[in-house]
């Protein structure tokens, strides 16, 4: 039976649960969440968006078809030319300025996921990096999709975090999250048992990395 991208969060879905449950994100669906966590997050997430657009990047030169290299352009460009002008405006409205952002200091939670994102696409090919980025590209939007069906997420003026909820529900990072999830399935179906090993430790490693980000926004750690 070929494998899919089901099959990679089933492996690990101890650390899925985790990941798309952690209290950080009940805290925002529910707008409990302090508010200097939040801030300490985006700026993180500012410059972890810096480093995905780094993968995008090694992912076209890792790209051995024109069809993957135009994804991987599309995303680069997505990212440098929309999702950082965007941040950086959704950061205004927070306190946070573009000079403050330009000047931060990676938390190591950031360094530690975007470093393990780059070196796994250094060392393995375009589905490796593609498992490796794949939490935070599908998880993201599974977590506005769950806020969504649970009844103690708040929703509009009486959420401060509602934009934030609003904008990975949103039809374009749906689309996005499912092409990305149609991209991996055609990918996963050929592989071996051996190989879908490999890329289960990728992704159950990239996860619990992805908990340890909202662990640094919750705890406010460096």
Same mark, same amino acid.
Not at 126 to 147: F, K, Q, T, W
Not at 192 to 206: E, K, Y
């Given at each position: 039976?070929?494998?899919?991208?089901?099959?990679?969060?089933?492996?690990?879905?101890?650390?899925?649960?985790?990941?798309? $449950?952690?209290?950080?994100? *009940? *805290?925002?669906?529910?707008?409990?969440?302090?508010?200097?966590?939040?801030?300490?997050?985006?700026?993180?997430?500012?410059?972890?968006?810096?480093?995905?657009?780094?993968?995008?990047?090694?992912?076209?030169?890792?790209?051995?078809?024109?069809?993957?290299?135009?994804?991987?352009? $599309?995303?680069?460009?997505?990212?440098?030319?929309?999702?950082?002008?965007?941040?950086?405006?959704?950061?205004?409205?927070?306190?946070?300025? $573009?000079?403050?952002?330009?000047?931060?200091?990676?938390?190591?939670?950031?360094?530690?996921?975007?470093?393990?994102?780059?070196?796994?696409?250094?060392?393995?090919?375009?589905?490796?990096?593609?498992?490796?980025?794949?939490?935070?590209?599908?998880?993201?939007?599974?977590?506005?999709?769950?806020?969504?069906?649970?009844?103690?997420?708040?929703?509009?003026? !009486?959420?401060?975090?509602?934009?934030?909820?609003?904008?990975?529900?949103?039809?374009?990072?749906?689309?996005?999250?499912?092409?990305?999830?149609?991209?991996?399935?055609?990918?996963?179906?050929?592989?071996?048992?051996?190989?879908?090993?490999?890329?289960?430790?990728?992704?159950?490693?990239?996860?619990?990395? $992805?908990? !340890?980000?909202?662990?640094?926004?919750?705890?406010?750690?460096?």
């Amino acid at each position: 039976m070929p494998y899919q991208f089901e099959d990679l969060k089933s492996s690990c879905q101890t650390e899925w649960c985790a990941y798309i $449950e952690h209290s950080f994100v *009940q *805290q925002l669906g529910n707008a409990s969440l302090a508010p200097e966590a939040f801030q300490h997050y985006l700026k993180q997430d500012y410059l972890f968006l810096i480093q995905f657009a780094r993968a995008f990047a090694l992912a076209a030169y890792k790209s051995p078809t024109l069809s993957d290299l135009r994804q991987a352009k $599309e995303g680069l460009q997505a990212i440098v030319d929309v999702e950082l002008g965007l941040h950086i405006d959704y950061c205004k409205e927070w306190g946070i300025s $573009e000079e403050e952002l330009a000047n931060l200091p990676e938390a190591r939670a950031t360094l530690a996921y975007t470093r393990y994102v780059l070196d796994a696409g250094n060392r393995g090919d375009l589905l490796d990096l593609h498992v490796a980025l794949s939490p935070c590209m599908v998880g993201y939007g599974e977590i506005a999709n769950r806020l969504n069906s649970r009844a103690e997420t708040i929703r509009g003026d !009486d959420n401060p975090y509602d934009a934030w909820i609003a904008m990975y529900e949103s039809d374009e990072f749906q689309e996005a999250m499912h092409a990305e999830i149609r991209w991996l399935d055609e990918r996963l179906a050929d592989v071996s048992p051996a190989r879908f090993q490999q890329l289960t430790r990728i992704f159950s490693d990239a996860t619990r990395l $992805e908990i !340890d980000f909202w662990e640094m926004g919750l705890k406010l750690s460096d």
